[in-house]
């Protein structure tokens, strides 16, 4: 295929890739061993190793060619990035192209392995209705492979991820490794070692080999082949999977392979290798044609496979040149798979319920799904039995569902935001936190190449069915790492919702809404409202809404409406989180409730631009309330979609009210006050726009 592909370079070059020419050794005696049961995440250089899974040649070139059938990903992504859930081969969860970012899914996976031997076997729950079971995360995943029988025969699923060298050195690779031998996971790392990153060399970028870096950690057997002899590759690979299968530990093989091909099309051998002659005196083929004659077989035969083989696969790939195109329309499909809450459902107020503060409304709502659903687990910082959290929010759900459902993690936020891919991918549902958003960054990574991608990518395959839950905001002197606010960050990641609500009841439903939701959604939770001790937030207690309810993303809510009035200037507003609690103080304080209404929007994705839409062309005003630096924003870009929409019901320019564009927000409480909008803030914007 490799030769074909050269042959056909002004065809297959409009699209970059890879081949696995020089690695196939190992690759082959891999895939012939793993199991339907096993995951597996091969890298970008993996083209044999995905057909010893059995994928066929024409499979590949669907996607060398970007074609509608390429059966990953419908010609959305690179030759080689596969995904796939077939029944009869190992799974394949969706990675992406960045080098190494891999390491943690796959440690995910395996983590949700051992989830499932310490926790027992998922039946069916108790759900809200059938097509909520039908999309919930353990739609077809069969937590029965998990038994100790099938660990003692031997057929215990494992997960396999592949690594190039130059990709070990990441540091997100580190974090998966030290959650690989803290937890002891079911895991093989293949690092295929052939002294080259792209035309950097191993003498430039690493002080050891992948081998000898695994000793740094504790736990993580490792062992060193000769990659490129097949029955060497065959016969190691055999021993370290059974061993996994039986002891549940992981492995790292490190693999020597001489790398005989381009690093990619784009970037060709010929202008920098200068190892050409001795790499080609490894090539594992000579070797594996030795030993097949060594055993049994004729030289007329290995020729005859040889022609048959060159053969089919160029009548793969004619066939493959002659397919069918995506469509335009094709570009719109499977950014999310449906959500089954649709509607507000439940009691949002019942009787006699008491009166709680925002965090409690988060903590019951969690502790009532985990109480409901094996599948969902918590993890992050501190959130285990001894804290329950920094904010008290997870306070007595390790008590309560013990510490194999909610657990501490080491202070690693890629590992905790990534590591949920894998676990979404065997059924699981992770409800997972980063302290701060201050500290979302390491996590961001993740969230962006990773969990925001795998559904579309996948095209549809793999959506990643998480929670990520983010205390935000500012107040009380929290300082520049414990204030930020990072919406329009999050925003302007596609692929996942996002959930920002003002008061418990909205956090409670939305909650649910999330948790029953089968994408990626990360609930960002102002911290200054968990418990309304700053003044003027009372707003956000609420009577405990009913352990049915759920609240629907994309609907925002018009807690305060007014009327069209043609003789006064009227206003709307349109805030979430603290803001609402600014405009709604603002509009009481001015004594104008009857001229500002106000829109709530609870999600920021998706939005409710209907309801936006509808306000503003009847009041013929808007202000964008918001707590981050204006400028460049979420809210900025709001303000100028509806600015675009309501042009011509429009009596002011639709303004926007934030923070200080400065870098950071001071610890000091008088820059913390400077720096952030406040009711009276807001207030004089609220003038300034009646005026206008
Ligand atoms: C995070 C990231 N940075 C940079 C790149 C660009 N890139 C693609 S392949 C590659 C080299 C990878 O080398 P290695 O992991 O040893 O695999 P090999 O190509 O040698 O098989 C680089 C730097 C990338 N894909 N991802």
Redesign the pocket.
């Given at each position: 295929m490799a030769e074909l592909y050269e042959a056909n370079f002004k065809q297959v070059s409009k699209y970059v890739h890879?081949t696995s020419r020089g690695?196939e050794a190992v690759q082959i005696a891999l895939g012939m061993q793993l199991l339907p049961q096993d995951y597996a995440f091969p890298?970008?250089?993996d083209d044999a190793m995905l057909l010893s899974f059995g994928l066929t040649p024409y499979d590949l070139m669907l996607q060398l060619l970007a074609k509608k059938d390429d059966p990953f990903s419908g010609g959305r992504t690179y030759y080689a990035h596969p995904s796939l859930r077939d029944a009869d081969k190992p799974k394949i969860p969706h990675q992406s192209?960045?080098?190494?970012?891999q390491a943690i899914p796959a440690t995910g996976v395996a983590m949700g392995f051992k989830y499932h031997e310490n926790v027992g076997p998922i039946e069916d729950t108790a759900t809200l209705s059938d097509t909520i079971k039908k999309l919930e995360g353990n739609f077809d995943y069969d937590s029965s492979v998990h038994s100790e029988d099938s660990r003692i025969r031997g057929n215990a699923p494992i997960v396999v991820c592949s690594?190039?060298?130059?990709?070990?050195t990441?540091g997100e690779v580190a974090e998966a490794f030290q959650m690989a031998v803290l937890k002891r996971l079911p895991i093989l790392y293949l690092v295929?070692?052939?002294?080259?990153?792209?035309s950097a060399n191993a003498a430039e970028i690493r002080a050891q080999n992948a081998f000898e870096y695994a000793k740094g950690f504790k736990g993580l057997e490792a062992v060193s082949i000769d990659g490129a002899n097949f029955i060497e590759s065959y016969e190691a690979v055999e021993k370290v999977i059974m061993t996994i299968r039986k002891e549940r530990r992981p492995f790292l093989i490190h693999a020597k392979v001489p790398?005989l091909n381009h690093?990619?099309s784009g970037v060709r051998m010929e202008w920098y290798r200068d190892d050409l002659e001795e790499a080609r005196s490894r090539d594992p083929y000579p070797v594996l044609k030795k030993q097949l004659l060594e055993n049994g077989f004729d030289e007329k035969e290995l020729l005859e496979i040889e022609a048959q083989i060159e053969i089919e696969v160029e009548q793969s790939f004619r066939k493959a040149q002659q397919a069918e195109d995506p469509k335009p329309a094709d570009l719109f499909t499977n950014d999310f798979v449906p959500t089954p809450i649709t509607e507000e459902k439940g009691e949002r107020s019942p009787e006699g319920a008491e009166k709680v503060v925002m965090v409690d409304c988060a903590l019951f709502a969690v502790e009532e799904l985990m109480r409901k659903h094996k599948e969902c687990l918590l993890y992050g910082q501190d959130v285990g039995a001894r804290l329950g959290g920094v904010f008290r929010e997870a306070a007595t759900l390790a008590q309560k569902f013990g510490d194999d459902r909610v657990f501490n993690t080491p202070i690693q936020e890629a590992f905790i935001v990534g590591s949920t891919v894998g676990m979404s991918a065997v059924g699981l549902k992770p409800i997972v936190e980063v302290q701060f958003a201050d500290y979302i960054w390491p996590g961001l990574n993740q969230l962006f190449t990773e969990v925001s991608r795998s559904c579309y990518l996948s095209d549809g395959k793999w959506p990643v069915s998480m929670i990520l839950r983010v205390p935000i905001g500012a107040y009380g002197s929290g300082g520049p790492y414990h204030s930020s606010s990072v919406e329009s960050i999050l925003t302007n990641i596609r692929g996942i919702k996002i959930a920002y609500p003002s008061n418990g009841a909205d956090l409670k439903g939305l909650m649910k809404a999330a948790y029953y939701d089968p994408n990626p959604v990360v609930i960002l939770e102002h911290k200054g409202l968990y418990w309304s001790k700053v003044p003027g937030t009372k707003g956000a207690t609420s009577v405990e809404p009913s352990e049915d309810y759920v609240l629907p993303f994309g609907k925002a809510w018009v807690l305060q409406e007014i009327w069209k009035q043609e003789n006064v200037e009227t206003l709307t507003i349109v805030t979430y989180g603290m803001g609402v609690h600014w405009a709604m103080n603002a509009s009481e304080e001015l004594g104008i409730k009857d001229r500002i209404e106000i829109i709530d929007l609870r999600t920021l994705f998706p939005l409710d631009e209907e309801t936006i839409m509808k306000s503003v062309k009847k009041t013929g005003k808007c202000l964008v309330v918001t707590e981050e630096p204006s400028d460049n924003s979420f809210a900025r870009a709001l303000a100028g979609k509806i600015q675009e929409e309501c042009f011509k019901f429009l009596d002011a320019p639709v303004m926007t009210i934030g923070s200080e564009n400065m870098p950071a927000i001071p610890l000091n409480s008088i820059l913390e006050e400077t720096m952030i909008p406040s009711t009276e803030k807001v207030k004089q914007k609220i003038i300034q726009v009646l005026n206008y």
């Open positions: 890879a690695h890298y970008y250089r192209s960045a080098t190494g970012m690594l190039g060298d130059a990709s070990v990441e295929q070692d052939n002294d080259w990153d792209i790398l690093h990619t």
